[in-house]
């Protein structure tokens, strides 16, 4: 049935365990081994809390999820995407699963810490980024990007929101409930996630991202691309500097049809370098996209001008430029 593997493996793909995952115990964690404190997320079928290990007094933060609802909303294959992804990953710029526990009535996410909350926070507060900001931080995600791909895995919901930044700045993509996992090689789209085509009926369309940053195939529900994420961190960098999403709307169909139409503008005075990589990665065709694989990979968007100055070796160990 749905229900929810309890245990973690630390993958074989996995190069070097980070430090905090290679204490992972034998036994597993009960809710008593940790401090719970204030919530810090809510979504849709959970809640994250700050927790302390009490044995350790590290801090982490710990997704709980209500089974009872997660079976009532069917929202128990989310939990198992967000799982396979995170328990496969190991990026620094990629959210840490450290362990996973239950008790009768919830599954526990054990997470790496975010101590400086959602990229969003920041935009909102300052409106938007200079080009230095944008640039490295398009940069991070550039790399989180890159892995993403090698691991096989579309996060199809990348938004500012889902940016979280730890104690040194640096980003941690989070929420891979909505991650397409695609086969290992990278080379094909075929679907890892694909139901029987009996079961399909009734779930085919059901996943649309968030509207601002939804590409046009995965609205029209053709096949997932790892380029959808592109559309998405070329909607990112348009709004880290100009402060708004390329696409608007007072509903989320008018948002749409835009999407559709590629009907967005490039606002007086936005950076030309950044204007012509926005235009390099809002292009409606998958396939087109620089950075994609047809286009000649990431590192041809790595070359892009934008990207001048940046040193791609080591990012995480860098100081990111304060937030202006
Ligand atoms: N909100 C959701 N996940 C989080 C995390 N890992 N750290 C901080 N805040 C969060």
Same mark, same amino acid.
């Given at each position: 049935?749905?229900?929810?593997?309890?245990?973690?493996?630390?993958?074989?793909?996995? %190069?070097?365990?980070?430090?905090?995952?290679?204490?992972?115990?034998?036994?597993?964690r009960?809710?008593?081994?940790?401090?719970?404190?204030?919530?810090i997320?809510e979504?849709?079928?959970?809640?994250?809390?700050?927790?302390?290990e009490?044995?350790t007094s590290?801090?982490?933060?710990?997704?709980?999820?209500?089974?009872?609802?997660?079976?009532?909303e069917?929202?128990? =294959?989310?939990?198992? *995407?967000?799982?396979?992804?995170?328990t496969?990953?190991?990026h620094p710029?990629?959210?840490?699963? +450290?362990?996973?526990?239950?008790?009768?009535?919830?599954? +526990?996410?054990?997470?790496?810490?975010?101590?400086?909350?959602e990229?969003?926070?920041?935009?909102?507060?300052l409106?938007?980024?200079?080009?230095?900001?944008?640039?490295? $931080?398009?940069?991070?995600m550039?790399?989180?990007?890159?892995?993403?791909?090698?691991?096989?895995?579309?996060?199809?919901?990348?938004k500012? =929101?889902?940016?979280?930044?730890n104690?040194?700045?640096?980003?941690?993509?989070?929420?891979?409930?909505?991650?397409?996992?695609?086969?290992?090689?990278?080379?094909?789209?075929?679907?890892?996630?694909?139901?029987?085509?009996?079961?399909?009926?009734?779930?085919r369309?059901?996943?649309?991202?968030?509207?601002? $940053?939804?590409?046009?195939?995965?609205?029209?529900?053709?096949k997932? +691309? $790892?380029?959808?994420?592109?559309?998405?961190l070329?909607c990112?960098?348009?709004?880290?500097?100009?402060?708004?999403?390329?696409? *608007?709307?007072?509903?989320?169909?008018?948002?749409?049809?835009?999407v559709?139409?590629?009907? +967005?503008?490039? %606002?007086?005075?936005?950076?030309?370098?950044?204007?012509?990589?926005?235009?390099?990665?809002?292009?409606l065709?998958?396939?087109?996209?620089?950075?994609?694989?047809?286009?000649?990979?990431?590192?041809?968007?790595?070359?892009?001008?934008f990207f001048?100055?940046?040193?791609?070796?080591g990012?995480?160990?860098?100081?990111?430029? =304060?937030?202006?």
């Open positions: 049935s749905g229900e929810v593997s309890e245990t973690v493996s630390t993958g074989s793909s996995a %190069p070097q365990p980070h430090p905090l995952a290679a204490k992972k115990p034998s036994i597993k009960t809710p008593n081994d940790f401090i719970f404190g204030k919530t997320g979504g849709s079928y959970s809640t994250v809390y700050i927790a302390k009490v044995s590290n801090e982490f933060a710990i997704k709980v999820c209500d089974k009872k609802f997660i079976m009532k069917r929202k128990s =294959e989310y939990i198992m *995407r967000e799982k396979t992804v995170l496969k990953t190991n710029f990629i959210v840490r699963l +450290y362990y996973t526990f239950q008790d009768s009535d919830r599954l +526990y996410f054990v997470l790496e810490y975010a101590r400086k909350g990229l969003l926070y920041y935009l909102t507060k409106s938007s980024f200079d080009m230095n900001c944008s640039r490295f $931080y398009a940069a991070e550039v790399e989180a990007l890159d892995y993403l791909q090698q691991q096989g895995v579309i996060h199809r919901d990348l500012p =929101e889902n940016i979280l930044l104690d040194r700045m640096h980003i941690m993509i989070t929420d891979f409930g909505s991650a397409k996992i695609l086969k290992m090689d990278g080379t094909d789209k075929e679907d890892a996630n694909a139901k029987p085509s009996s079961a399909q009926g009734h779930r369309n059901s996943f649309v991202g968030t509207a601002q $940053y939804v590409s046009p195939e995965v609205l029209n529900s053709k997932a +691309y $790892y380029s959808s994420d592109l559309w998405a070329g990112i960098i348009f709004q880290f500097l100009s402060g708004e999403t390329p696409f *608007r709307g007072g509903h989320e169909y008018q948002i749409f049809q835009k559709c139409r590629l009907d +967005y503008e490039i %606002p007086e005075g936005f950076n030309s370098t950044a204007a012509d990589l926005v235009q390099k990665l809002l292009v065709d998958p396939t087109q996209r620089l950075g994609c694989k047809e286009m000649g990979g990431m590192n041809t968007l790595r070359q892009h001008t001048e100055g940046i040193v791609w070796e990012l995480e160990k860098q100081n990111p430029p =304060e937030l202006v």
